[in-house]
């Protein structure tokens, strides 16, 4: 993957130090070689050497500043001084272009061509685009693996070396040419004449690759990237809407900050993992326009209805929404008209008057937020929210256990009830340990633990029936118990 590690941040700096080595080579060679011949056209292209190195120093400390990790004065990092560095390049070569546009304007106008002919002039321009050739190749080939602006101005710089070398040798060839065989005098002016070619060529790829970069400098959005981005987003399941996509370019890091409608009932567990999922779908949705971009994306979801949310999803929701845990929600249709009653949690030490103040302005959220609703009413519970200390005491009431089973069983079935067990709040004293509900002493508070076994297919709300049965008929045989928990299951495999 295309992300800027130490592995790529290795490369990008090898790369671009042989193109400063090697820009130091080919100026040395040159300065020589144009001293030795009095060759004007290699001491131009020494010269256009120069402004290569310099663009290469450029481009090295630009590749070695770019890749250091966001501090607390560069909280996005140091990427655009790559497209810093691709400009000032840009620049350099059309100053360049326009230098050798002037030398060959005088050419033309005063025919003044001083062409030194030679073996080591030709051999310093044959090797000079072998050196460039080989270092445009290289640094374009990482440019377009790590998305770096700052190699690819380099290797643009390369490259032009590479056409200006070749019309050096044809103004060359074509002297030799001229004086060997005697020819017309004005081909002597060949090599002018090709370097306004030339360097028309590259002004148009430098302005061009200045636009780009300064596209970047000034934050404009990639084009399409936003549109490709939003339409991989709005196939994410619970996206609702993408409401909006905005990215920019940092050198090779895009950044793009999106904001979307999701469920106002999803869980906040479900939100964070919405969040990943759209994350990983804008990264994809870019790569399709930016395949070496390392992508930094920020999703923030905006809460909303859904037209499949029913009258509990907006209970919950409103009741979570105020801090209260609701319950056991019941909603009814009554002429044309839903009522609904539920239970709800307040602290514990809370007393009646705040407890139904919380309660009433649920109440009158829920009535305002869905006009079909004409009446809501709660039950108050107060949950215990700390650990209870209790023990079991199943096996100091064998003939009520037994009963339980009985009235479980009557109800769910035969065999249905097992695994009881009884829990008392204090010690059990022996007159007390042949508890039945008739027994008129004192008895202790006892808790309820019930497993039943229904049918595997059985349909939950018939279950559901059928456990609260059993509850009720527990409570009518043994009107003290306290806490009834009736856990139903499938048979065992």
């Not at 640094?139 to 190699?151: C, D, P, V």
């Not at 996509?245 to 890091?253: E, I, M, W």
């Not at 999701?262 to 990983?280: G, I, M, Y």
């Amino acid at each position: 993957m295309p992300h800027t590690t130490d592995a790529a941040h290795r490369e990008k700096m090898v790369v671009a130090l042989s193109s400063v080595g090697a820009a130091i080579g080919l100026t040395t060679l040159k300065i020589v070689v144009a001293i030795f011949t009095g060759s004007l056209g290699i001491f131009a292209e020494a010269a256009h050497s120069g402004l290569d190195l310099v663009a290469a120093l450029m481009t090295f400390l630009a590749v070695r500043v770019a890749d250091r990790p966001a501090d607390a004065t560069h909280n996005y990092g140091h990427s655009k001084i790559e497209n810093l560095s691709a400009f000032l390049e840009a620049a350099l070569l059309v100053i360049t272009a326009i230098w050798i546009i002037y030398e060959a304007v005088q050419r033309l106008l005063h025919h003044e061509a001083h062409l030194d002919i030679s073996f080591w002039a030709f051999l310093v321009m044959l090797i000079s685009i072998g050196v460039d050739y080989t270092r445009s190749r290289a640094l374009l080939r990482i440019a377009r693996k790590l998305g770096s602006q700052a190699l690819e101005a380099d290797a643009l710089h390369f490259s032009t070396d590479i056409w200006s070398s070749v019309v050096v040798v044809l103004g060359l060839l074509v002297v030799y040419l001229t004086e060997r065989f005697h020819l017309p005098s004005w081909l002597g002016q060949a090599d002018a004449v090709a370097a306004l070619g030339v360097s028309g060529i590259v002004i148009w790829v430098s302005i061009s690759l200045a636009r780009e970069t300064i596209d970047a400098l000034i934050d404009r959005a990639p084009e399409k990237l936003a549109e490709n981005i939003q339409e991989h987003v709005q196939q994410v399941e619970h996206v609702i809407e993408v409401r909006r996509v905005r990215t920019r370019r940092a050198g090779n890091k895009i950044f793009a900050d999106i904001i979307i409608a999701a469920p106002r009932t999803l869980s906040f567990e479900q939100t964070h993992t919405l969040t990943e999922r759209v994350e990983q779908a804008a990264i994809d949705g870019g790569r399709a326009i930016s395949p070496q971009g390392d992508f930094d994306v920020v999703v923030h979801v905006e809460p909303t209805t859904t037209s499949t949310e029913t009258v509990t999803d907006q209970i919950h929701y409103l009741a979570e929404l105020q801090g209260i845990h609701a319950h056991d929600i019941h909603v009814r249709e009554v002429n044309g008209k839903l009522e609904a009653d539920f239970d709800v949690e307040v602290q514990s030490d809370m007393d009646l008057d705040e407890a139904h103040a919380v309660a009433t302005r649920l109440e009158q959220a829920i009535l305002q937020s869905n006009n079909l609703l004409r009446r809501v009413t709660t039950h108050l519970e107060a949950p215990t929210n700390g650990v209870v200390h209790r023990q079991d005491v199943t096996q100091q009431y064998p003939e009520m256990a037994a009963n339980i089973c009985h009235i479980a069983n009557s109800i769910a079935g035969s065999n249905s009830a097992h695994e009881i067990h009884l829990y008392c709040s204090k010690p059990v004293t022996p007159d007390l340990k042949g508890y039945r509900s008739s027994n008129t002493k004192t008895a202790p508070e006892l808790d309820l633990v019930l497993h039943t076994t229904f049918a595997a297919h059985a349909p939950l709300s018939q279950v559901h029936a059928h456990a609260e049965e059993i509850k009720r008929a527990l409570r009518q045989h043994y009107p003290d118990l306290g806490s009834v928990i009736i856990h139903t299951e499938p048979p065992e495999a």
